[in-house]
């Protein structure tokens, strides 16, 4: 199974930006997809959005607003940026991979985000 | 958005039992519906996708049905480490993925 690792501040302050970055692996460059995907304690999984190793994203309609993705190969990396954060942003933050089957074959261990002043 | 609507929201259940786990979509999303797993403090795990077919590594006891707006997932035989939460997720539409709200299921 492919390792994802998150990273990121733990404590973010209200109305500032959460930034995440995930470390990942492509084997084939163009055919890689990586999402982020959040948990409020407790509570249901909801998908923020998607980006290729080429660069192509895809947001969750009710986040467009305030997300960006950005992927970086040459690190193995990509990231999150979420503006405009409230305590509702508050969730476990996970990375996962979609796979061959086209679904989210790995994930991340997560990274907990409390949005609090 | 296409909504997914899981029930029960709670099964309990004794080791060896059946458990049948409901999953029903706003509007048809083909068979292009998976299950996951996820025990506490775990990132979820995939166990079924495209309605049907079972992940790499899934016990054969855990198998998918259904299809347009009507799935399951069914556990033939419960195991005590079946103890989890469970969640589907359509990818009819990549702009706009979505998880059910979850079924919880536990040992009496």
């Known amino acids: 199974q492919v390792q994802l690792q998150e990273s990121g501040p733990g404590l973010v302050k209200p109305s500032e930006t959460l930034s995440l970055t995930c470390t990942v692996a492509c084997d084939s460059i163009g055919s890689c997809y990586w999402s982020w995907i959040r948990q409020p304690a407790g509570k249901g999984l909801e998908w923020i959005g998607r980006?290729?190793?080429?660069?192509?994203?895809n947001y969750n309609p009710s986040l467009k607003s305030r997300v960006t993705m950005s992927v970086d190969t040459s690190k193995n990396q990509f990231s999150l940026n979420l503006s405009s954060v409230t305590a509702a942003d508050t969730a476990v933050y996970y990375c996962?991979?979609?796979?061959?089957?086209?679904?989210?074959?790995?994930w991340g261990q997560g990274t907990l985000v409390t949005v609090s002043s | 958005e296409i909504v997914l609507t899981q029930s029960p929201a709670t099964l309990s259940l004794s080791p060896g039992e059946r458990a049948t786990l409901s999953c029903r979509a706003s509007?048809?999303?083909?068979?292009?519906l998976a299950w996951y797993q996820q025990k506490p403090g775990q990132a979820p795990r995939l166990l079924i996708y495209d309605a049907s077919n079972r992940a790499t590594g899934i016990p054969a006891r855990f198998s998918g049905s259904g299809s347009a707006t009507e799935f399951t997932l069914t556990i033939s035989s419960l195991e005590p480490e079946d103890v989890a939460v469970y969640f589907c997720?359509?990818?009819?539409?990549?702009?706009?993925?979505?998880f059910g709200g979850g079924t919880k299921v536990e040992i009496k």
């Open positions: 996962a991979r979609r796979g061959a089957s086209n679904y989210f074959d790995s």
């Open positions: 980006i290729s190793s080429t660069g192509i994203s």
């Open positions: 997720q359509q990818r009819s539409n990549w702009a706009g993925l979505t």
């Open positions: 509007q048809s999303v083909s068979n292009f």
